[in-house]
């Protein structure tokens, strides 16, 4: 009865310049992992989090993965069952890498799992971005989408979860570098004008609509003219220690686009082929290393399966 399960939610990469809050992908590391366990206490309960420094509360009311794993309880309509959890997170917080948001979706699938999953993936998604939202304070998808489905996904309405998964081309690889600087969503999100030129509007729509249709033909071409940010990254670029100089190593390698990663401070560069994903992880290093800035790098394919169970 007390073995348990393991579960584990991939890092993603929201924005993913051209789609501010509408647009996401999975990364295959790295990720959290969280442990489940039936107890005879009900309700969920969290025994153990490491990796966290301490900076994560115990309390399931106030933690990512404990609400969104209650909130399948409620769901389910279950006041008897009790399960605890062990979260393990396995990436820096306020790193633009969607760390609140994986917690969220591993605690709301160990639940399911745990319960011989009652509810599929997609519906488990409202529940993680309630948890996530206890991290942020907005109920949006781009970061718990892609880290519980996997793939690129598109999120056409945030309050309704009108998720779609967008296709694939072969090949693609994605570059992503963490400094060790923290910038928290919050801040990240002050910095933003709410003024938008109709010509900023009319550029960026182009561009989502570009890379959209990019993916579908399969079309490199299209996908690396369509990856320019010109409302988000020129407000934010400032917050993060040598965006250009990174922006433009990767671009000079051959990389697709290469923007902020979520509200930053990492950055993501997509290239064609993981030679050249390759060559952008050595040029991105070698400013941060000149720099003595630490940093963590990681190259990843497009992670498509998502939260699994280990």
Do not use: W
């Amino acid at each position: 009865m007390n073995a348990g399960i393991k579960v584990f939610a991939p890092a993603t990469v929201a924005n993913v310049a051209v789609g501010y809050d509408i647009l996401g992908f999975a990364l295959e590391k790295p990720g959290d992992e969280i442990i489940a366990k039936f107890t005879n206490t009900p309700g969920i309960t969290i025994t153990k989090i490491t990796g966290a420094k301490g900076k994560l509360p115990y309390e399931t009311e106030k933690n990512t993965a404990g609400f969104a794993a209650q909130k399948v309880l409620e769901f389910l309509g279950d006041t008897k069952t009790g399960i605890s959890l062990e979260i393990h997170k396995k990436m820096p917080f306020g790193s633009g890498l969607g760390s609140s948001a994986a917690s969220a979706v591993a605690g709301a699938m160990a639940v399911n799992e745990l319960l011989k999953k009652p509810l599929t993936k997609r519906e488990l998604l409202p529940f993680a971005v309630l948890g996530e939202q206890i991290a942020d304070g907005a109920y949006h998808a781009d970061n718990v989408a892609p880290s519980l489905l996997g793939g690129i996904i598109f999120i056409r309405d945030n309050q309704s979860l009108d998720v779609h998964r967008l296709p694939l081309p072969k090949g693609l690889y994605a570059t992503v570098v963490h400094p060790n600087v923290r910038i928290l969503t919050k801040d990240a999100r002050d910095v933003l004008s709410d003024q938008v030129s109709l010509n900023q509007t009319i550029t960026q729509s182009g561009n989502l609509g570009g890379f959209i249709v990019g993916l579908y033909n399969s079309d490199i071409g299209l996908i690396g003219r369509s990856l320019q940010d010109v409302i988000i990254e020129p407000q934010r670029a400032k917050l993060i220690p040598h965006f250009q100089d990174i922006k433009t190593a990767a671009m000079n390698e051959g990389a697709l686009g290469c923007s902020i990663s979520g509200a930053g401070p990492s950055i993501f560069a997509l290239s064609p082929n993981s030679l050249i994903a390759e060559n952008v992880k050595e040029s991105m290093a070698k400013i941060f290393t000149d720099a003595k800035i630490e940093h963590q790098i990681f190259i990843s394919q497009i992670n498509q399966e998502g939260a699994i169970k280990l």
